[in-house]
């Protein structure tokens, strides 16, 4: 998977490069622009005069490619991600439930007195019959 991965990034970064050269060698509409700055007559020097539309077409199907390896790499680094975070969390569940389960207690024996924090719990509540004398004698 990572090596498929690898080689999907190699052709994304090779086509970025492209698209990139690309959009600058085009012909400005208006006299203008980063096609100027290579010399206006660079597009149809290398592809003739007709070249507009053969860089738009090769511009288009660049960005279409872009677009769909981008996606691609996306949900693959998703799916390799994931599957691995999947496997370790569940790893970790394990090993906390295994670190962390109680060990049975010892079963209560009928001469064990129940302990004070029990019977502070479970016996009832008596009011309080102390008078307060406020100080007064």
């Known amino acids: 998977m990572n090596f498929i991965i690898g080689i999907l990034t190699v052709f994304l970064v090779i086509n970025c490069l492209v698209l990139i050269l690309l959009v600058l060698v085009q012909l400005p509409k208006k006299d203008a622009g980063a096609g100027m700055a290579f010399g206006g007559g660079t597009a149809d020097a290398l592809f003739g005069a007709g070249s507009g539309n053969v860089l738009t077409k090769i511009t288009k199907w660049s960005a279409g490619i872009l ?38 207690p010892a079963p209560k024996s009928a001469t064990q007195p129940a302990s004070a924090a029990n019977n502070l719990l479970t016996a009832p509540m008596a009011p309080s019959t102390s008078v307060s004398t406020n100080g007064v004698k």
Do not use: E, I
């Not at 949900?75 to 090993?95: E, G, I, M, P, W």
């Open 67 to 104: 677009l769909g390896l981008s996606l691609v790499l996306a949900y693959l680094y998703d799916k390799a991600n994931h599957d691995n975070s999947t496997a370790d969390f569940a790893r970790q569940v394990q090993q906390k439930q295994m670190q962390s389960t109680p060990m049975a």
